[in-house]
């Protein structure tokens, strides 16, 4: 009797686990519909606020760079207080290829991207000496302010507290000109963000993603399960700051204008704050907090200019104190008691 007659027809037919693993991870990558909801709100808002499109560019890029961030922190733990020196290399590199090579956007923003990957996967390596958040800190801390002074220093190439000037964007695609009403600028973060959101689902979502949440969990676990952590950590800190040093160059390219302000420690604060005000490990969380985050800004200025930072502060306490979870939870215990009354 041949073995094929020997073994059960459900062991024959039944898929092996990783091909269930394998198709398990393409439904967790596929868009749901939730999230097809909300780029298709963030599309129409293109047509719907014509007005506010310099607005909404400034929330896109501060999306996106806290969406950098949070593939660091929310997925391999990796806690940094420097990672706008990538967003502003970014900046500074998308300035210089304007002035002194190119105005063609995307020639700077490729290579503004690319500065900006190459110095994480520099400065990596450094986190990974003594693997203690306080340690990380103040490494990538340090990172950041030795750049910033490297460009204040560099004043005949930075332009120093002047600025870079003679910034100037030709037309996207030879078509499309960089109006003062940001038209342009907005369509085309909000192409760029979208790319490089589906590049991070995909990388979170790939065996890869899932052993960057194995790291994040239990290190010592994770290495001892045969997983590369040192490596797997520089990989994900270097694609992260890729992303950063886009999100620098939209904001050179929109404005045409750099300045040290880009490399400044309330950028690397102000993300933080996003991610908090949005939440961690989800990659919206960057987007969402971006949101808030711009929208409270512009609506405290409006109230009080001079003190917008103290109600913005004071919105971060009640975040903390109460707990996402049970904000989060809140719309849900609201129509919950809705419903009880109804039929009451």
């Not at 709100?41 to 999306?63: Q, T, W, Y």
């Not at 190439?157 to 000109?177: C, K, M, S, Y």
């Not at 109600?311 to 215990?333: C, F, K, Q, S, Y």
Request: proline share 3%; aromatic share 10%.
């Amino acid at each position: 009797m041949s073995d094929t007659t020997l073994s059960h027809p459900a062991t024959a037919t039944r898929p092996d686990a990783g091909q269930r693993a394998s198709r398990d991870l393409l439904r967790r990558g596929r868009l749901k519909p939730a999230e097809i909801v909300f780029w298709l709100a963030a599309a129409a808002s293109f047509f719907l606020l014509p007005d506010r499109h310099l607005l909404l560019s400034e929330i896109v890029i501060l999306g996106l760079f806290a969406l950098s961030l949070d593939l660091i922190i929310g997925y391999a733990g990796v806690v940094s207080l420097g990672h706008g020196a990538f967003f502003g290399l970014g900046a500074y590199v998308a300035g210089l290829v304007s002035v002194h090579l190119t105005g063609e956007p995307l020639t700077g923003l490729i290579l503004a991207a690319l500065a900006a990957g190459l110095l994480g996967l520099a400065t990596g390596p450094l986190l990974l000496l003594r693997a203690s958040d306080l340690t990380r800190l103040m490494v990538t801390l340090g990172v950041a302010m030795l750049l910033l002074e490297a460009a204040n220093r560099a004043a005949w190439l930075t332009g120093g507290a002047d600025g870079l000037q003679g910034v100037t964007i030709n037309p996207l695609l030879g078509r499309f000109e960089f109006d003062l009403f940001g038209t342009t600028a907005y369509a085309y973060c909000l192409i760029v963000t979208f790319a490089l959101f589906l590049l991070a689902r995909r990388v979170v979502t790939s065996p890869y993603g899932l052993s960057l949440l194995a790291i994040r969990d239990n290190a010592l676990r994770a290495r001892s399960m045969g997983i590369p952590v040192g490596p797997r950590i520089l990989g994900i800190y270097a694609f992260s700051a890729l992303i950063a040093g886009v999100a620098g160059a939209l904001l050179t390219q929109t404005t045409m204008f750099v300045s040290l302000d880009v490399l400044a420690f309330h950028r690397s604060a102000d993300v933080l704050l996003v991610l908090v005000l949005g939440g961690v490990g989800y990659l919206y969380g960057g987007l969402i907090g971006a949101i808030a985050f711009k929208l409270l800004q512009d609506w405290f200025s409006a109230i009080t200019p001079q003190y917008w930072m103290f109600w913005m502060g004071l919105v971060l306490m009640v975040i903390v104190l109460i707990g996402r979870e049970n904000l989060n939870a809140l719309p849900r215990t609201l129509m919950r008691r809705l419903r009880r009354e109804d039929r009451a």
